[in-house]
């Protein structure tokens, strides 16, 4: 239990200003809760978590000019103490790992009630990891049906696997083929079918996914 005394500290980070407010509000009425600031975008949780020093970021992923997860990897390293709470509409396993592997404590779906949200806050504050039993139990079933494989990876083929690798790694078509013994129409094909079995349109969103999936690291 926490001492009656102790205040965590929470910015709230969410693009939308109703969702921001209404979050706000709520944890303010919340003892031992205390709201030190609010960001609309990446670029400001970042700015102000550096000079706010809160206890814990509380935020959406999908946002403006830097996603929750860039922001998390971020903080992950420039501000270690301040641990970092997901709350999403998503329930998708490969948003989860993503959210894994970027560093956030925690993952909460926008459904949860205030109590619940609550009680996360004070577990992720006193050092636990907490993620909502339906994005739990969501991801456990797409390990176990896919054997272990990460999410999305199952859609391509092992061939297209290697090419996508290569193409994040920032090697051209030609530099491709030449690897892999194929002509350099080949790697074309294999790019297209790459990008149209993930739903992604430019060599960045490849790589971004990449990275995320573990295939090729930002360094």
């Given at each position: ?19 921001r ?35 814990i970021?509380?935020m ?9 997860l ?15 709470v997901?709350l999403s ?45 339906a ?7 797409q ?77």
């Open positions: 239990m926490l001492k009656p005394a102790t205040k965590i500290r929470v910015l709230v980070v969410d693009d939308h200003p109703v969702v407010r209404g979050l706000s509000a709520c944890l303010a009425e919340r003892p031992p809760l205390e709201v030190v600031g609010e960001a609309a975008d990446g670029e400001e949780a970042v700015r102000l978590t550096r000079a706010l020093k809160p206890d970021v509380l959406d992923i999908n946002m403006p000019r830097m996603d929750g860039q922001v998390t990897e971020v903080l992950r390293q420039d501000e270690p103490k301040t641990r970092v997901i509409m998503h329930n998708r396993p490969e948003y989860v790992q993503r959210v894994i592997k970027a560093g956030a404590r925690g993952y909460l779906l926008k459904d949860a009630s205030a109590d619940e949200l609550v009680r996360v806050l004070e577990l992720v504050y006193r050092g636990e990891v907490f993620f909502s039993p994005v739990a139990q969501s991801t456990l079933n390990f176990v049906t896919s054997g272990g494989k990460p999410e999305g990876l199952n859609r391509i083929s092992r061939r297209e696997r290697e090419v996508l690798t290569l193409v994040a790694g920032g090697k051209s078509n030609k530099e491709i083929a030449g690897a892999l013994g194929v002509g350099v129409r080949t790697i074309e094909t294999h790019r297209e079918r790459i990008m149209r079995k993930l739903d992604l349109h430019s060599v960045a969103a490849l790589t971004k996914f990449a990275v995320a999936q573990g295939l090729v690291s930002l360094e």
